[in-house]
């Protein structure tokens, strides 16, 4: 069940929630984060992770109907619906124009655009394999771009928000499963946590693997002073805010996912058997 997310992640830009005076004041925010794009590539990634829970728990049995349990639970609207309603409140008292100052300048399109497009790319898994394989040779010697990459996954608390976000997914997941009568033997909460926690640490390495190679890939064609603007940026109070922003709104939208994704499997699975 793990999802990664990033400081900017995965995001839809369709349909029309929360109040139209929060909408219309977030509206430059929302435009300067690109979301439209970030919208496009999770269709993608929502197809894909579809397709890997098909293969693995339903044996590629899913088929069309599947499909189409994806592509409803992962419907725009509704994505959009939990995760502007959250954002919205947590930005509703707070002042956003150094946000759009930092996000609409041309330094800051420029970032949007290359964690979009690195985003894209590392849906090839060849391509994720490849970003490993650079992270770990810009290990063995040294690349002086990794304590710039530490400095700013600790700016933005990257690893913790990340590790609770696929903690939080997992627990959702399991919680739609049993609601969807998918074990033939009774699992109490304490069960399911146990099990959980019990993935923290592989968790946690992956998460910092993958935060590692992603961000190396997408931050590459920065300069070291651009990419240190943009760690400056994620130091002062705005940075700070919105970064708690996108990570609550993507939380209530993971954890929202993950459990309809576990009532579809579970219903699924019950079909199997009869």
């Not at 069960?191 to 390495?205: F, M």
Request: with cysteine; proline share 1%.
């Amino acid at each position: 069940m793990f999802r990664r997310l990033c400081l900017i992640t995965i995001v839809v830009l369709t349909g029309f929630v929360a109040n139209a005076q929060n909408t219309t004041r977030l509206s430059p925010l929302l435009d300067a984060l690109q979301l439209n794009a970030i919208f496009a590539v999770m269709q993608e990634e929502g197809v894909a992770y579809g397709n890997d829970l098909d293969r693995e728990m339903l044996n590629n049995a899913g088929g069309k109907k599947w499909q189409k349990a994806v592509d409803a639970i992962y419907e725009p609207d509704r994505i959009w619906d939990t995760f502007l309603t959250r954002f919205s409140t947590e930005l509703e008292h707070e002042e956003i124009d150094a946000m759009v100052a930092f996000f609409g300048s041309a330094l800051g399109q420029r970032i949007v655009s290359l964690e979009i497009s690195a985003r894209r790319e590392m849906l090839d898994k060849a391509v994720e394999e490849a970003s490993l394989e650079t992270l770990r040779n810009m290990r063995r010697g040294g690349h002086p771009r990794l304590a710039m990459l530490k400095a700013f996954i600790a700016a933005n608390d990257l690893v913790e928000y990340n590790v609770m976000g696929a903690m939080n997914s997992n627990y959702a997941f399991y919680i739609g499963m049993i609601d969807g009568r998918a074990f033939d033997y009774e699992l109490s909460e304490s069960d399911v946590l146990e099990d959980i926690w019990s993935q923290e640490a592989e968790i946690r390495t992956d998460t910092e693997e993958w935060l590692y190679s992603y961000l190396a890939l997408a931050y590459e064609p920065l300069s070291d002073e651009e990419l240190q603007a943009y760690i400056d940026f994620s130091r002062t109070k705005a940075g700070r805010v919105l970064n708690v922003a996108i990570f609550a709104g993507f939380d209530d939208v993971f954890t929202n996912v993950s459990k309809a994704l576990g009532l579809t499997t579970a219903q699924f699975l019950q079909g199997e058997e009869l």
